[in-house]
């Protein structure tokens, strides 16, 4: 009899012992029923219970099923969509499957939320652990706290994302690696600039954080938003390249670097472009494989307007066969040769 006794206040401490095992020491119950615990992932709960003998409570740790989340408010487990700030709808084999541990630092901040990383990726945070998705087509990240607990996929929006022009690139309102153009379809088709680069939508290419275009071929190259400035790629045994920067001298007026002839030289010698619109259109520079024209008819003026633009660095104008029709593609799948001197863009009046 004395035994039994023993064994049943024994049973009821280890019993007792596994109900508080998870609650945070030191939790004490206010109130009988459901509670959230704080810092702890939105499935877990506790329950309050009163004591045989009537004198407190006792909390017990709980957990949700699956694809449910506790709801501080109606104090039950819900559906997790209905949780503000929750998102364990994915299950655990898709999980481990998308886990990208280059996107964890986004979820330094935001442990379980959705963030946005770039105009089409929703990068889902769970547990500090990110797990991107890429938004369906038509579709951008879109930052909206207030209406989605965090950032969501959504049609249209924002406008820095959303296409305003084909065949032009910019620079992503998110990741200043990362940058797009649009597709004749309206879709955005991203890349991402070498790391500790930038992308500069004026120049149309990735730049270092001096402001150098980024190495992918060795060789000596001018800074064609200023040539006074150029720089050499060399290939290190590594594989990568170590970037060197110089300067033209200034004792013999303004020079430039000439990358034809590989030294610095009075630009005013180079040959000027040589292309006039003549009908509407986008149509390849002459003079420079990367560039191409945008011609449009201005009806006021009674004459075409000629604006330049730069495919970035590694793609090259595509010249389709309909006339006034083509797009950048990769370096080496268009035939191009280039007739220009230099590539550098000369300032107004350098040469008047």
């Not at 004395?2 to 004490?28: C, E, H, K």
């Not at 690139?169 to 940058?179: G, K, L, M, N, R």
């Not at 006339?323 to 008047?352: E, F, K």
Request: hydrophobic letters at 30%; one cysteine or more.
């Amino acid at each position: 009899m004395f035994g039994s006794a023993v064994y049943s206040v024994w049973t009821l401490q280890v019993l007792t012992t596994l109900v508080m095992a998870g609650v945070p020491l030191g939790y004490d119950c206010d109130a009988a029923g459901n509670h959230s615990l704080p810092g702890r992932e939105c499935t877990s709960y506790v329950e309050c219970l009163a004591k045989e003998d009537g004198r407190g409570m006792v909390p017990v740790e709980r957990s949700c099923s699956a694809q449910m989340a506790f709801s501080p408010i109606l104090r039950r487990c819900v559906d997790d969509a209905l949780v503000k700030g929750c998102n364990r709808t994915v299950r655990l084999l898709d999980l481990l499957e998308m886990h990208d541990p280059s996107l964890d630092y986004m979820c330094s901040d935001a442990p379980n939320q959705y963030v946005c990383a770039n105009c089409k990726t929703l990068v889902n945070c769970i547990d500090g652990r990110a797990y991107p998705s890429r938004c369906e087509v038509g579709d951008f990240c879109l930052s909206n706290w207030d209406a989605f607990g965090g950032d969501v996929c959504y049609p249209g929006r924002p406008k820095g994302c959303a296409c305003g022009e084909t065949n032009v690139f910019y620079q992503d309102v998110y990741d200043a690696e990362a940058f797009f153009k649009c597709d004749e379809s309206g879709e955005t088709d991203m890349h991402y600039c070498p790391v500790e680069h930038w992308f500069d939508a004026t120049a149309v290419e990735c730049r270092s954080s001096r402001g150098l275009p980024s190495c992918t071929v060795p060789g000596t190259f001018a800074v064609h938003s200023d040539c006074r400035r150029y720089y050499a790629c060399i290939v290190t045994r590594g594989g990568g390249f170590l970037q060197h920067e110089f300067r033209c001298p200034d004792h013999d007026g303004i020079l430039f670097y000439n990358e034809q002839i590989g030294r610095c030289d009075d630009p005013c010698h180079w040959k000027p472009p040589e292309f006039e619109c003549s009908s509407e259109g986008r149509f390849a520079d002459p003079t420079d494989c990367r560039r191409f024209f945008v011609c449009t008819w201005d009806a006021e003026s009674a004459a075409f307007r000629q604006v330049s633009r730069q495919c970035p660095e590694g793609f090259e104008w595509q010249q389709l066969l309909r006339s006034g029709v083509g797009h950048c593609a990769d370096r080496g799948t268009v035939p191009c040769t280039s007739a220009t001197t230099s590539q550098c863009i000369l300032p107004p009046g350098l040469c008047s």
